[in-house]
């Protein structure tokens, strides 16, 4: 089992939003890794998650039910979630194995997810920087 520093997949808090690069890992480090973010959405009050996938090289069949599941998670929690950064020769091989992630979003890159989780939400990164709130509201009362 790898140590927690050693994972190098920090879960950072942007605003409301939480991101996550993750790494190459074994399968039980990875299911944590998912846990904990589950985890981080009530702590951080998180209005959305993205999980960054483009350092991974293979999703394979656990990889993919492990990232749907805490998809699911998320949302069950109330936060949206968007994969992000899913390479091309993974894509092919997904569709090869008949994989998905369900109805989970998926997004070119992070910064096309965040804009994503900004339509979703009413939330409004650059408008918060400003001390301004997106019209419509967030959807969450705290």
Do not use: H
């Amino acid at each position: 089992m790898f140590e927690r520093d050693s994972w190098n997949a920090p879960i950072q808090k942007r605003g409301r939003y939480l991101v996550a690069m993750l790494p190459v890992v074994p399968d039980d480090d990875f299911q944590q890794l998912c846990n904990e973010l589950v985890e981080r959405v009530g702590k951080d009050r998180s209005y959305g998650v993205v999980v960054d996938v483009s350092g991974l090289d293979v999703i394979d069949a656990f990889a993919a039910r492990t990232l749907s599941t805490m998809a699911q998670m998320v949302q069950l929690r109330g936060a949206k979630p968007v994969i992000v950064g899913i390479q091309p020769e993974v894509a092919l091989t997904m569709v090869r194995q008949g994989l998905s992630f369900g109805r989970t979003a998926t997004a070119l890159n992070l910064e096309v997810g965040l804009s994503y989780l900004d339509t979703q939400t009413g939330y409004s990164r650059s408008a918060l920087a400003q001390g301004v709130v997106a019209s419509g509201g967030l959807g969450r009362m705290w």
